[in-house]
């Protein structure tokens, strides 16, 4: 089916493709990953189109025009966005995937050459794709806040979804006993694309980035599908890749929050946040931007700490003057970054690196924790849940056990934030209430820029 | 093919596991892009011209993998010329 | 083919660059008792019995590879039962 | 071919050896790996007895229980003879390949169905197959010196070695292109197995490890190419693990001993111990045992660098009661481990582990050299090349550039060994010249029993 120059450059485009991902593995070689990646697509495009079955070749020109005026806009999105732009993108390969298996099926329908495992192959990539597809769009709205993100939940909503998934599989395995059965393909096509809403509706906004992990899994595994469909050894071997890249990630994400995959899926988190208001009346004491920058002269060694706040106020270039200034007076400034800080793995990294902070001043968490105690000042930038020492010691509490930064170890604390309310998890942070706390309140973009002004300004430099 | 899945899978999982957490944002942009590989059945369905709808089928395919390919790719490289490792002590 | 053999390949390196220095000895010994899978070719040679000469050639391979395969894994299991932990401090 | 159960099985069988390597990758999880590699193997066994080919099952019965008798035996050699049996084996998987090729080869002629790539790959496979019988069984010579060590070399030695093998490719790709000539065959095996022998008569016996490994890859590839013969991908995958251990140990070796495989091959290392005599004379202190006994009950911190030496004299035990009689005492003791300490990778490892010495108390090179500085005194037991500083300085050593525990830094050196006569590199070590090190002469399990009776005895414990 596939001649010989064709199956060689797949060979080689297999090799790229892993050796893409092996060079993502250091900052220092990571564009070659991106450059071996390029190379490998690229190869296996050229070696598709030298196929010769190939006929025409307009329309594909075509699409790919309109595809890659489609694509070079969706990369200049802020990178506040790129979850939504991920989502998006497995929207459009679950589409992909689907598109190619439905119009298989069609064909080999046509022309009778449907068989078993052909059929049950084109039944796991359309459900999966369509899935992908209208799962990967809710995702995406509800990150852009188009959809709401507040999980929406009706009575025996696990049980409609499970059943709903049970009759589409059902169909599939129906179908696959007797290919030529027309009614049943639209079942499926319709009870995957209607799965795909049901799934995430009961999905809060904030636990959309562990399910976007998961969707890239299931658009991996559509592409494996597709390869057993057309039996081609690249399409199954980028998407076992991609599958495995999906679920690494996604049980990353959950182990870091201390959660299982059931309860991401079926927990419907984020939902009870008003149950979370305080009972007590506890004071925190609350500080300046000149306070702060104040403490911050006096310091030797600073650990930042920075969360979602930090990219909600896109604060990371006055986090990097700060940093400027703090070493230029010779303070011992780090970066203390937790696995699910903010609402992506990898997140602060990212926006630290657009600020163009170094990447060996930022540690992981468990490299800066033993450190902490002895730590002058701990500037927390809007992160929360993940310095809530309430994960070390109060068993009732929803992120119990969720590895944290111990931020409550370091001398002093200073916490930049808007107000008292609470983060992702909805609870209160003791944090904020001990004695060795100062409260900066504000935007944090607004309060670093008011502290680098008093350093600036005070220390008589810039 | 089993075969080739099962190692792929093994490939896939320890690639993975060594990209440092650093990278966890450009690997995500750099795996959708990977994925969107599924041009290659786009590519060959809407080349065939078996009729006129899978033709329009595999062309929708296909721009919708380009556009993964493309802005994939280029947002990858985007974030990963950010990364920079501290300069020479001044 | 080729195909399995590249991505075998890949999976072969990470996995052995892995393994700690402290286990090169057992690991030379375990990869020695792995490659004696070339007794699945001898034993298909030697049940054909296609002829009596290559039914010997085959006997021979399997008894061979059998050898590699006992004395590879004896060995391997009696080295690795020697590596322990630190007991705990008395 | 081969129907469903047995490709299964086969699929199972290699996830098993690819498990069974990765668990190897620690001591904790090692003698798993070993029983998914017994299962892996089992499971393949099993699949291919399944086969319907196979009509005759009285002799491959025979053939097993051969094997396994003569296999058990072999599993018993003492631990210093491990190369040995490593090249052995080696030498009968060498074997094995090259027979089934044969066989195969005599098989389709007679039915006329050899193809040009069928073909091809069973020339592969005999040649690499029957090139490592023999030099693995004249490795395993070396090792056991039955073959003299020392390198074999004879004028042009290269140009004919190159020459011969020139010759058994130039035929082995003849016949790929015409498969049905009948002295091919028998040219390539002949020439295939001269070779074996003649590639390893001017390697010096201390270089074996090294070949042996290079050998190991051999082994794996032809393996590799048996799978493409038989067209069984459990064949391709094990043999490709194999192929790429090997030679990824071969290249840790030569690295670590700054050479390059060219080098080992063709250097005839090994060859002119005798020119390295001393020249000028220097005088080095040497100690008796108490000395040494009354020196380390003084220290705090012990690091003791074993090498060759202690394999050769057993000495591990001996190390092992030292190790005890020193913590006891409260003083710290740690080994540190040089990659290629000994005569193979790992060789000082399971001595030690042999010895009951807890793994966590072995450092690798890197990570003890910082601590040397700190350290009261190293305890070099049978090492010496790659304790000689001369690897840092001296560019004219052979052994230049070869990095090296870094025991010349200890505020005291203790070295034990039976003369002043230079280690495998054959070259002198300024290291027992230097005023902080004291000599302790005598074979090494005989200088540490008296060290350890004088501590005993001193101490009144025991
Ligand atoms: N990274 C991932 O992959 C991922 C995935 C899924 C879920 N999560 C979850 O996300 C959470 C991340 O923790 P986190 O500590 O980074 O964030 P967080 O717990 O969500 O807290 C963010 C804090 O930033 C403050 N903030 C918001 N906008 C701000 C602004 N403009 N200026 C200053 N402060 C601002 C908010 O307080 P105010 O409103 O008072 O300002 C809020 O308390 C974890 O619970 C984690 O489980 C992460
Ligand atoms: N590990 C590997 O994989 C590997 C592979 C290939 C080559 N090599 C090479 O092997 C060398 C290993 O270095 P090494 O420092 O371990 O060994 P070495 O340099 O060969 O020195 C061993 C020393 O032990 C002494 N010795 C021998 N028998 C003894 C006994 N019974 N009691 C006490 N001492 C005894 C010898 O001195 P006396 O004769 O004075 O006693 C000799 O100087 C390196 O040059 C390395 O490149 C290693």
Chains 1, 4 share one sequence.
Request: charged letters at 15%; a neutral charge.
């Amino acid at each position: 089916m596939i001649h010989g120059v064709t199956q060689l450059t797949y060979l080689a485009a297999a090799a790229l493709f892993i050796l893409s991902l092996r060079w993502l593995s250091h900052p220092k070689t990571a564009r070659r990953g991106v450059a071996a990646g390029v190379g490998g697509m690229s190869l296996a495009i050229v070696g598709t189109l030298l196929a010769p079955e190939i006929v025409n070749y307009s329309w594909i020109a075509i699409a790919a025009i309109v595809g890659t005026l489609i694509g070079i806009p969706l990369s200049w999105v802020p990178l506040t966005a790129v979850p939504q732009r991920t989502a998006l993108s497995h929207a459009f390969g679950g589409l992909a995937a689907g598109l190619v298996g439905t119009a298989k099926y069609m064909i080999w329908f046509q022309h009778g050459e449907l068989t078993r495992f052909r059929t049950g192959a084109i039944v796991l990539e359309i459900i999966l794709g369509y899935l992908t597809f209208t799962g990967s769009l809710m995702a995406a709205g509800k990150l852009q806040e188009i959809v709401p993100t507040r999980p929406i939940t009706y009575p025996n909503q696990n049980l409609v979804n499970l059943t709903l998934l049970a009759i589409a599989v059902g169909t599939g395995v129906y179908l696959t006993f007797h290919p030529y059965t027309a009614w049943a393909f639209p079942v499926i096509v319709f009870l995957s694309l209607l799965f795909g809403v049901l799934l995430i509706l009961p999905i809060g906004g904030a636990d959309m980035p562990t399910v976007i992990s998961l969707l890239n899994s299931y658009a991996g595994l559509s592409a494996v599908a597709m390869g057993f469909v057309l039996e081609n050894k690249l399409l199954i071997t980028a998407g076992a890749l991609d599958g495995s890249s999906g679920l690494i990630l996604s049980i990353i994400m959950c182990r870091a929050m201390n959660r299982s995959f059931t309860n991401v899926l079926f927990g419907a988190f984020g939902q009870v946040q008003a149950s979370a208001a305080a009972v007590e009346v506890k004071t925190a004491k609350s500080g300046t931007p000149q306070d702060v920058a104040e403490l911050l002269t006096t310091a030797d060694r600073v650990v930042v700490v920075p969360g979602y706040g930090m990219a909600v106020a896109q604060a990371q270039h006055k986090v990097r003057e700060l940093y400027d200034q703090l070493t230029k007076r010779g303070i011992d400034v780090k970066f203390a970054i937790h696995p699910v800080a903010g609402r992506m793995p990898g997140h602060m990294n990212v926006l630290l690196a657009e600020a163009e902070i170094p990447y060996d001043a930022l540690l992981e968490m468990d490299d800066i924790n033993p450190d902490l105690p002895q730590t002058d000042v701990a500037l927390v930038v809007g992160a929360n849940d993940v310095v809530n020492p309430a994960a070390r010691h109060d068993k009732s509490s929803p992120i119990f056990g969720m590895p944290i930064i111990d931020v409550d170890k370091a001398k002093t604390i200073v916490a930049i934030k808007r107000s008292m309310n609470p983060g992702f998890a909805g609870i209160d942070n003791e944090l904020y209430y001990l004695d060795q706390t100062m409260m900066a309140f504000g935007d944090a973009k607004q309060v670093l820029g008011d502290v680098v002004k008093s350093l600036t300004g005070e220390g008589g430099t810039h | 093919m089993l075969f080739v899945f099962m190692l792929a899978t093994f490939v896939g999982f320890q690639v993975i596991q060594n990209v440092s957490r650093l990278l966890h944002t450009p690997l995500m942009s750099l795996t959708n892009a990977i994925s969107a590989i599924a041009i290659v059945g786009a590519v060959l369905i809407a080349g065939e011209q078996e009729s006129t709808m899978t033709t329009v089928l595999g062309a929708v395919a296909v721009a919708a993998s380009m556009t993964n390919i493309v802005s994939g790719f280029l947002i990858t490289d985007r974030m990963l010329k950010m990364f920079r490792e501290r300069e020479p002590k001044r």
